[in-house]
């Protein structure tokens, strides 16, 4: 199913404006022919006609105003006549159309969540009948919006390449392109873009551990690297964008972009994986602090044999590097002790 532009101009306020005329003349046919029926020498057949043309012409009168369409920019209309489908309107203006065509928008009354829940509830319209059965009718306009939209699926608990439970929610920025496909070949292409949000969500997150890994291949090609969700997050909502593509072109609809907006691990392993986190990085710390302080023991030794100030054998070198080391890589203010002897 294609999209295909319906053939009309943008006539609406004339025809409006012509059957206001109309709908005047038979009100005043029916009146006038009230008075030649009511008058001294009344002329029935006359007064009989024009009284038949001004009831037929009210009760059917209001059929054209059917036909009358007002569209807003960026906005479109999707019409079938008898089942069949007519054509797409596209662009502001007030048209005409054939008062026998219908709008259709299935997804009229479904709104997506810009956050918390994926959809919301859509708007209905409960009706009572006589023998007490109630009836649900979904509210909404028919108009298709084809403006750049928003969805902002809720946070889903998604195990990563690790195993490691991790939540992730992600913001996607769509449109609809071919209104056409978007409204015959999917049941509801609002509900169809969430779950293939979510369902590519999914395909991507599981590729990828949450912290750099070693031995892990994210991109396919057999070698390791340093891909992450938190490290890559610019190349994981990318790899998301056209999953997400892939699967919504049939139904008409452009991803324009895909963004992470939340990312965190599970709450029931987030306190162990902050402690792995804590060990690593006081790990890191103390690897630098040592690095630096036989750095600084070398240097100081270099500089004391420059300047021959002192002559020190192994065992006061010795003494002196292990003094130097505590002091550097202690986690307090060192606490000096005089000594008044000798080492020997």
Known sequence: MKEKI?????????????????????FACFINGAIILDGDNPNMMLGTILMIIGVLGSIIGWIPFLGLKVLRPQEAL???????YKGTIRGDGFYYVNPFCSAVNPAAATRLAQSGETVAKPEVTIHTSANGQTTAVANGSKKISLKAMTLNNGRQKINDCLGNPVEIGIAVIWKVTDTAKAVFNVDNYKEYLS???DSALRNIVRI???????DVDTTGDGKADEGSLRGSAEVVAARIKDEIQSKVENAGLEIIEARITYLAYAPEIASVMLQRQQASAII?????????????VEMALERLNEKQLVELDEERKA????????????????QP??????LY
């Open 6 to 26: 319906y053939t009309t101009k943008k006539n609406g306020m004339g025809v409006m404006l012509l059957n206001m005329a109309l709908m005047i003349g038979y």
């Open 78 to 84: 999707v019409l079938t006549l008898f089942g069949k």
């Open 195 to 197: 779950l293939q949000c």
């Open 208 to 214: 990828y551990p949450y912290d750099v890994a070693n």
């Open 284 to 296: 890191d710390a103390r690897k630098m602090i040592v690095d630096g302080a036989v750095g600084m």
């Open 319 to 334: 003494a002196m590097v292990s003094n130097l080391l505590v002091v550097l890589c202690g986690n307090h203010d060192a």
């Open 337 to 342: 002790v005089v000594n008044s002897g000798s």
